[in-house]
């Protein structure tokens, strides 16, 4: 008789989306913020929190098994990784991408097969009408800083690695275009003290920028300048940044804007993209893949390859390119002016 294969594998992609539905959940009613304020009970946070108490148990009881909380007779309490990721007071919070996930690309997703047969973005299908997502998570105070702090948090985990990833001393004035609250920028500052960093972003974004600036004492550092980088002229820098932008848009799109970020620049000057690099035959990373598929039913954009982004900057003008693989959630390519 042949043996069968292993079927883990299948098995735990069946789990896998209720793990992520289990986190989110628990983010959304608040329990990692309610129990940054001391340990409690299932009873106690079910008040509190406004929730059936043997439900609410069922949930905590998950988180403990998927390490996001600490539970010792009837008391729960966050875990090291809930206080520093799920808590929104923390400065290094994953909440804003987390409500981001849940709100957004959970129902999204769930549209995956006609976003496969038709080759379109499930937006208008999910949730009606013809807004975009970045209308739709512009629409409220609440929802722009939800969303702009879950880019947050994705930036503090990538943006240090990604500025690392080429020696940058040369430049002396960099310009994130769609920088949302200055990580980027930040990073690169903190790490080359030469640099003059700004954030070029629409003056929604920025109001919540200048918050993540003041909060940080670091307005200084990083200033603000309001525009549309598809439809307002850029401001002067030598070296531009992209951060997970270029995915969120069509090929069209992409030329244009990587054509008008090379007439701006001088001679010399570069352009330093943040995005998650597919490998030469498409065949992974798997976090890329994903990203691919996310990026398929929320916008018009894609994730690529490092030879695909090269031809997209050749055609732009740019001499010299190069890549790297970062260790972080996105890697890292600097195309020179010639």
Not at 96 to 123: F, K, M
Request: proline content about 4%; glycine content about 10%; charged content about 20%.
């Amino acid at each position: 008789m042949t043996e069968l294969p292993n079927p883990t594998p299948v098995l735990d992609l069946i789990q896998a989306f209720r793990r992520s539905k289990t986190m989110f959940t628990a983010v959304s009613f608040g329990i990692f913020d309610r129990l940054g304020d001391g340990a409690a009970d299932a009873v106690l946070l079910a008040q509190e929190l406004g929730a059936n108490s043997d439900a609410l148990q069922r949930l905590l009881d998950a988180c403990v098994a998927l390490g996001l909380l600490k539970k010792q007779g009837a008391l729960y309490s966050n875990s090291p990784v809930a206080k520093t990721y799920l808590t929104r007071s923390s400065p290094n919070t994953l909440t804003g991408y987390i409500l981001y996930s849940d709100r957004a690309l959970y129902p999204l997703w769930g549209n995956l097969e006609p976003a496969i047969r038709e080759g379109t973005n499930r937006w208008e299908q999910t949730f009606g009408g013809k807004a975009s997502i970045f209308e739709h998570f512009f629409r409220t105070q609440e929802a722009r800083r939800d969303f702009l702090s879950g880019m947050d948090g994705f930036g503090q985990l990538s943006s240090p690695a990604v500025v690392a990833a080429f020696d940058l001393s040369r430049f002396h004035r960099l310009v994130d275009l769609g920088g949302g609250t200055g990580h980027l920028a930040l990073a690169a500052c903190a790490r080359y003290p030469q640099l003059q960093g700004a954030v070029f972003d629409l003056p929604a974004a920025l109001l919540t920028a200048h918050e993540y600036l003041t909060l940080g004492k670091k307005e200084g550092q990083v200033g603000c300048i309001a525009g549309d980088f598809f439809t307002d002229p850029l401001p002067e820098a030598d070296i531009f940044a992209l951060g997970r932008i270029l995915h969120d848009w069509s090929e069209e799109k992409v030329r244009f804007l990587l054509r008008k970020v090379w007439e701006r620049l001088p001679s010399g000057g570069a352009l330093l993209i943040a995005e998650k690099l597919l490998n030469d035959n498409k065949s992974g990373p798997l976090l890329a893949l994903m990203q691919s598929l996310s990026m398929l039913v929320c916008t018009e954009g894609k994730e690529r390859t490092l030879a695909e982004y090269t031809a997209l900057l050749r055609q732009a003008g740019f001499a010299r390119i190069e890549g790297k693989v970062t260790d972080a959630p996105l890697d890292a390519i600097l195309a020179v002016k010639g």
